[in-house]
Antibody, heavy 119, light 111 residues
Framework: EVQLVESGGGLVQPGGSLRLSCAAS????????MSWVRQAPGKGLEWVAN????????YYVDSVKGRFTISRDNARNSMYLQMNSLRAEDTAVYYC????????????WGQGTLVTVSS | QSVLTQPPSVSAAPGQKVTISCSGS????????VSWYQQLPGTAPKLLIY???KRPSGIPDRFSGSKSGTSATLGITGLQTGDEADYYC????????????FGGGTKLTVL
C-alpha cells in the first residue's frame, strides 16, 4: 500500500524557517517524480515544487523561488522541503504527493501537514 | 488568480449530469495532459482522471474526462449526494516559469 506521511509543520514567526519531511513507503520511491502541493485555509490547491527521480531536476512556483528548496534522499525513501524567509501567505496545509502520471498527474497524496506563519 | 480557469460552482439534482470546465492556454492544457481531482471536505485530494481521459482503477465510469484545444472538461453522470466536493484540474505549464498548475477549483452541490 502506498503511504506518504508528512511531518515538520507547525507555528513559525514571519522570516523564520521550517523543514518539512515526507516519508514514503509501499512503492519504489526512487522511480517517481515527487511534488509538494499546498492549500491555504479555505483556498484552492497550489503546486509548490517538484523533483525528478534522481534529484537532478527541480522546479518551483515563482512565489517560493529563492526561499524554498526541495530535496530527496532515495536511500531513506524521503523527500524534504526547506522553507526559509517564511511569510504569512505561506500559511497552508502542505501535501506530499507522488507523480504517478505525466505532467504532474498526482496519483497519491499524503494527509498534509499544517504550516502557520504568524507572530 | 489561477493559471487554469474553472467555474467557482456548479449544481445539479441527484441522478443528473454535470460538467466542469477547465480553460488554459497552449503552454499548459493545450499541450500537456490534464488530471482531475476530487477533494471531499477535510480530506486530501483524490485522483479521478489522468492523461486527459483515463480513469484510475476504482474510479467509476460515471466520471469522464475530455479535452479540446486549450479546454478540458470533467463530466459526472448519475450524480450522488456523495459527489458533493471540490473539483480541481491540474497539469504542467511549459512556459518560461515552468511548473505545475491547478485550476481554482469548482464546488459541486448536489441539490
Amino acid at each position: 500500500e502506498v503511504q506518504l506521511v508528512e511531518s515538520g509543520g507547525g507555528l513559525v514567526q514571519p522570516g523564520g524557517s521550517l523543514r518539512l519531511s515526507c516519508a514514503a513507503s509501499g512503492f519504489t520511491f526512487s522511480s517517481y517524480w515527487m511534488s509538494w502541493v499546498r492549500q491555504a485555509p479555505g483556498k484552492g490547491l497550489e503546486w509548490v515544487a517538484n523533483i525528478k527521480q534522481g534529484g537532478s531536476e527541480k522546479y518551483y512556483v515563482d512565489s517560493v523561488k529563492g526561499r524554498f528548496t526541495i530535496s530527496r534522499d532515495n536511500a531513506r525513501n524521503s523527500m524534504y522541503l526547506q522553507m526559509n524567509s517564511l511569510r504569512a501567505e505561506d500559511t497552508a496545509v502542505y501535501y506530499c504527493a507522488r507523480e504517478g502520471n505525466r505532467d504532474v498527474g498526482i496519483d497519491y497524496w499524503g494527509q498534509g501537514t499544517l504550516v502557520t506563519v504568524s507572530s | 488568480q489561477s493559471v487554469l480557469t474553472q467555474p467557482p460552482s456548479v449544481s445539479a439534482a441527484p441522478g443528473q449530469k454535470v460538467t466542469i470546465s477547465c480553460s488554459g492556454s497552449s503552454s499548459n492544457v493545450g499541450n500537456n495532459y490534464v488530471s482531475w481531482y476530487q477533494q471531499l471536505p477535510g480530506t486530501a485530494p483524490k485522483l479521478l482522471i489522468y492523461d486527459d481521459n483515463k480513469r484510475p482503477s476504482g474510479i467509476p465510469d460515471r466520471f469522464s474526462g475530455s479535452k479540446s484545444g486549450t479546454s478540458a472538461t470533467l463530466g459526472i453522470t448519475g450524480l450522488q449526494t456523495g459527489d458533493e466536493a471540490d473539483y480541481y484540474c491540474g497539469t504542467w505549464d511549459s512556459s518560461l516559469s515552468a511548473g505545475g498548475v491547478f485550476g481554482g477549483g469548482t464546488k459541486l452541490t448536489v441539490l
